[in-house]
């Protein structure tokens, strides 16, 4: 059962222009969530994060909206940049009993086409 | 450069033999945890050690064990291992307090033929 789900693959976008990455959960016991960004033969890269106390989290080009009602987050990318080719990981945690263990979707290919 | 060390890069090995991955956290950093991606999946927690005891357990099967040493590194030890443990094996760091950002080391390939 997966409890964090990246329905879309992968996404390809212009450069200059919006990138939207959605992310689904099931578990409504999540409490924070987080976007790690791959490049091949590398370890994940934290991004970005909110607490599900926001419904926005903006950082320079970096912004996660999260909806709790409908168990949704995105990260929008304004503006992309091929430097932003990777893939995106949606990644969700509880912190109750003081664990960190985080709950990855399956991960969503991004291209910026120059 | 995330400061999480992992050996080796790459591990080719058969069917029902053992091994030995390696994880060397952050400077400072006391919580190590270990993924694994398989083909086409995300990344599954499969445990978290916190100043050498262990914090929490993912899907981590028995012929799987770990533990994290005083000098805070860590090993993952997979035993009779199957075609299907081929995957990538990721290692995390973070200081350990529960909002801590989990910084993650460039990853071990290994490969069960």
């Known amino acids: 059962d997966q409890q964090v789900k990246q329905n879309s693959p992968s996404l390809s976008v212009q450069e200059g222009r919006i990138s939207i990455l959605n992310c689904d959960y099931t578990?409504?016991?999540?409490?924070?969530f987080l976007w790690y960004k791959k490049y091949p033969a590398e370890g994940p890269t934290f991004l970005i994060s909110?607490?599900?106390?926001?419904d926005k989290n903006e950082d320079g080009r970096f912004t996660v909206f999260l909806n709790k009602s409908a168990k949704h987050l995105s990260l929008h990318i304004v503006p992309s940049q091929p430097g932003d080719s990777a893939v995106y990981f949606c990644?969700?945690?509880?912190?109750?009993?003081?664990?960190?263990?985080?709950?990855f979707g399956k991960g969503t290919k991004l291209t910026v086409n120059p | 450069d995330s400061g999480v060390t992992q050996t080796p890069k790459h591990l080719i090995t058969a069917t029902g033999q053992r091994v030995t991955l390696r994880c060397s956290p952050r400077?400072?950093?006391?919580?190590v945890y270990w993924y694994q991606q398989s083909l086409d999946q995300g990344l599954q927690f499969l445990i978290q050690?916190?100043?050498?005891?262990?914090?929490a357990k993912g899907n981590i099967l028995e012929r799987f064990s770990a533990q994290q040493f005083p000098d805070l590194h860590s090993e993952l030890n997979l035993s009779s291992l199957e075609l299907g443990d081929s995957a990538l094996y990721f290692c995390?760091?973070?200081?350990?307090?529960?909002?801590?950002?989990?910084?993650f080391g460039p990853g071990t390939r290994l490969t069960v033929l």
């Open positions: 990644a969700a945690s509880t912190h109750q009993g003081g664990s960190e263990k985080l709950v």
């Open positions: 050690y916190y100043n050498g005891e262990e914090r």
């Open positions: 909110i607490s599900s106390i926001k």
């Open positions: 578990n409504s016991m999540f409490d924070y």
């Open positions: 400077s400072g950093d006391l919580s």
């Open positions: 995390a760091s973070s200081p350990g307090r529960v909002t801590d950002t989990q910084y």
